[in-house]
């Protein structure tokens, strides 16, 4: 008895934080589904020639635009790098996919509050500009010439025909391009097709953190995150966070919930900024990467991967504190007591409708053929 009610503790906690975040959820992926159908991935490859500056910054900015797919976005990232697009800013575009996006930004103010999502979106470039200079002092030309090589055998990871999906409407402007039918089919298909990239990854990671929720006592996470020596805890929580990411296989926006649980147990604010940006770090991940650019290369992203977003979540949190934007109560609402008539309840009403709605659009304009050859 005892067994099966910590588990409906944790299916309870777990379906409690769903529907917390739901709403933001839909929200958040029509915005990026809107975008994907205005804006061309046609032209990423001749964008991204080289690692200045100003072809970094496209790649962030091509990056947020894009779907936060995790799978979708190394495929994606490894494609353009094929076609000729300069290896770091393939990369950057690729951490931008999945750190700069409106439905992570929208979760994370709902979850755990505003500040996070500032310190994301401050810290993803720096991040960005961390990695070029790490990949500048370690990444020689016969290396980029061996993971050219190697992701020209064209070895299959996952995501490959969501990443290469590419119905964007470019003529007319921006809102013609919107309210057209055929924009308004190109949205239903992005919405679609990136929820079924990411519903395994945010169920599990609901699951997981419902677990943790339920399961783990505070004083645990207090002892894990050195919470009785500040001073330490700073610099701990950036460094464990990653590793945690790792081993907990949650990637794209389903770490968020776990962000949260992490956050209300003790982890230090830059810890995590640290476990979000992570999510391409996940070990399944990693043995694409395996596949995509062969071991040395990989070895070499994984450690720039780190380093860079250890010290970019540490300079974020000294920062944030010096301008005292550090929230001072851990209280992340991941769960509401009961399913009442509120707010919440309301605003999941309506953005079900609209999902219904592009779920009947995907469903009349070929969705479902174009789903089965996704991966």
Same mark, same amino acid.
């Given at each position: 008895?005892?067994?099966?009610?910590?588990?409906?503790?944790?299916?309870?906690?777990?379906?409690?934080?769903?529907?917390?975040?739901?709403?933001?959820?839909?929200?958040?992926?029509?915005?990026?589904?809107? =975008?994907?159908?205005? =804006?061309?991935?046609?032209?990423?490859?001749?964008?991204?020639?080289?690692?200045?500056?100003?072809?970094?910054?496209?790649?962030?900015?091509?990056?947020?635009?894009?779907?936060?797919?995790?799978?979708? $976005?190394? #495929?994606?990232?490894?494609?353009?790098?094929?076609?000729?697009?300069?290896?770091?800013?393939?990369? &950057?575009?690729?951490? $931008?996919?999945?750190?700069?996006?409106?439905?992570?930004?929208?979760?994370?103010?709902?979850?755990?509050?505003?500040?996070?999502?500032?310190?994301?979106?401050?810290?993803? *470039?720096?991040?960005?500009?961390?990695?070029?200079?790490?990949?500048?002092?370690?990444?020689? @030309?016969?290396?980029?010439?061996?993971?050219?090589?190697?992701?020209?055998?064209?070895?299959?990871?996952?995501?490959?025909?969501?990443?290469?999906?590419?119905?964007?409407?470019?003529?007319?402007?921006?809102?013609?391009?919107?309210?057209?039918?055929?924009?308004?089919? #190109?949205?239903? @298909?992005?919405?679609?097709?990136?929820? &079924?990239?990411?519903?395994?990854?945010?169920?599990?990671?609901?699951?997981?953190?419902? &677990?943790?929720?339920?399961?783990?006592?505070?004083?645990?996470?207090?002892?894990?995150?050195?919470?009785? @020596?500040?001073?330490?805890?700073?610099?701990?929580?950036?460094?464990?966070?990653?590793?945690?990411?790792?081993?907990?296989?949650?990637?794209?926006?389903?770490?968020? *919930?776990? #962000?949260?649980?992490?956050?209300?147990?003790?982890?230090?604010?830059?810890?995590?900024?640290? +476990?979000?940006?992570?999510?391409?770090?996940?070990?399944?991940?990693?043995?694409?990467?395996?596949?995509?650019?062969?071991?040395?290369?990989?070895?070499?992203? =994984?450690?720039?991967?780190?380093?860079?977003?250890?010290?970019?979540?540490?300079?974020?949190? +000294?920062?944030?504190?010096?301008?005292?934007?550090?929230?001072?109560?851990?209280?992340?609402?991941?769960?509401?007591?009961?399913?009442?008539?509120?707010?919440?309840?309301?605003?999941?009403?309506?953005?079900?409708?609209? &999902?219904?709605?592009?779920?009947?659009?995907?469903?009349?304009?070929?969705? *479902?053929?174009?789903?089965?050859?996704?991966?």
């Amino acid at each position: 008895m005892d067994v099966i009610s910590a588990l409906g503790d944790a299916l309870w906690m777990a379906s409690a934080m769903l529907w917390e975040i739901l709403w933001p959820l839909i929200l958040g992926f029509g915005l990026s589904a809107v =975008v994907q159908a205005v =804006v061309s991935k046609s032209e990423m490859t001749r964008l991204l020639p080289d690692d200045s500056p100003r072809s970094l910054g496209i790649a962030c900015g091509l990056g947020a635009a894009s779907s936060s797919c995790s799978y979708a $976005a190394v #495929a994606l990232a490894r494609s353009i790098f094929r076609k000729g697009a300069n290896f770091t800013a393939a990369m &950057a575009f690729q951490l $931008a996919s999945t750190n700069l996006v409106a439905e992570l930004t929208i979760i994370i103010i709902v979850l755990i509050g505003w500040q996070f999502a500032a310190a994301e979106f401050l810290g993803g *470039p720096l991040m960005v500009l961390l990695m070029a200079l790490l990949f500048r002092m370690f990444l020689s @030309h016969k290396a980029i010439a061996q993971a050219r090589a190697q992701a020209g055998r064209g070895l299959k990871g996952k995501m490959e025909g969501h990443a290469e999906m590419d119905m964007s409407v470019t003529e007319g402007s921006i809102w013609q391009r919107i309210t057209s039918k055929d924009g308004f089919t #190109a949205t239903s @298909h992005y919405f679609v097709m990136d929820l &079924a990239a990411v519903w395994k990854d945010i169920a599990i990671g609901l699951l997981i953190a419902g &677990a943790l929720a339920a399961w783990v006592q505070p004083d645990f996470w207090q002892k894990f995150f050195l919470v009785s @020596h500040p001073v330490a805890a700073k610099i701990w929580g950036p460094i464990v966070g990653p590793i945690v990411a790792i081993i907990s296989f949650v990637c794209s926006v389903g770490n968020v *919930p776990l #962000a949260a649980v992490l956050w209300n147990g003790g982890i230090s604010f830059g810890g995590v900024i640290a +476990f979000i940006y992570a999510d391409l770090l996940v070990l399944p991940i990693i043995d694409i990467y395996r596949k995509y650019y062969g071991w040395k290369v990989t070895g070499l992203i =994984v450690g720039v991967f780190y380093v860079a977003m250890v010290l970019a979540a540490l300079l974020v949190e +000294f920062l944030f504190q010096a301008l005292g934007l550090i929230p001072s109560q851990r209280s992340a609402q991941i769960v509401e007591t009961s399913i009442s008539l509120n707010y919440t309840t309301v605003l999941n009403v309506i953005f079900l409708a609209i &999902a219904f709605l592009l779920a009947i659009r995907f469903l009349k304009t070929g969705g *479902p053929k174009m789903l089965a050859h996704m991966e």
